[in-house]
C-alpha cells in the first residue's frame, strides 16, 4: 500500500523557518522524482518544488526560491522541505507527491501519488 506522509507543519513567524518531512513507504522510493506542492484557502494547488531521483537536480517556484531547499534520503525513503524566511503568502496546506515518469515537472497532474497534506500557517 502506497502512502505517503507529511509532517513538520505549523505555526511560524514570518521571517521564522520550518522543515517538511515526508515519509515514503510502499513503492520504490528511489525510482520516483519527489515533488512538494501547497494550496492555500481558496487557490488552486501549485507548484513549490522538485527533486530528481538522485537527488542531484531540482527545481524550485520563483516564490520560494532561495528561501525553500529540497532534499531527500533515498537510504530512509524520505523527502524534506527545509522553509526559511517564512511570510504569510506560504501559508498553505503542503502535499508531498511522487512521479514515476517524468523528470522534473511542475503540473500537479503529472503526480502519481499523493500525502495528506500538512498545514503551515505564517503569522505573527
Known amino acids: 500500500q502506497v502512502q505517503l506522509v507529511e509532517s513538520g507543519g505549523g505555526l511560524a513567524q514570518p521571517g521564522g523557518s520550518l522543515r517538511l518531512s515526508c515519509a515514503a513507504s510502499?513503492?520504490?522510493?528511489?525510482?520516483?522524482?519527489m515533488g512538494w506542492l501547497r494550496q492555500a484557502p481558496g487557490k488552486r494547488r501549485e507548484f513549490v518544488s522538485v527533486?530528481?531521483?538522485?537527488?542531484?537536480?531540482?527545481y524550485y517556484a520563483d516564490s520560494v526560491k532561495g528561501r525553500f531547499t529540497i532534499s531527500r534520503d533515498n537510504a530512509k525513503n524520505t523527502a524534506y522541505l527545509q522553509m526559511n524566511s517564512l511570510k504569510p503568502e506560504d501559508t498553505a496546506v503542503y502535499y508531498c507527491?511522487?512521479?514515476?515518469?517524468?523528470?522534473?515537472?511542475?503540473?500537479?497532474?503529472?503526480?502519481?501519488?499523493w500525502g495528506r497534506g500538512t498545514q503551515v500557517t505564517v503569522s505573527s
Open positions: 527533486i530528481s531521483r538522485s537527488g542531484l537536480n531540482s
Open positions: 507527491s511522487a512521479d514515476a515518469e517524468r523528470i522534473l515537472s511542475t503540473i500537479p497532474a503529472h503526480y502519481d501519488y
Open positions: 510502499g513503492f520504490t522510493f528511489s525510482k520516483y522524482v
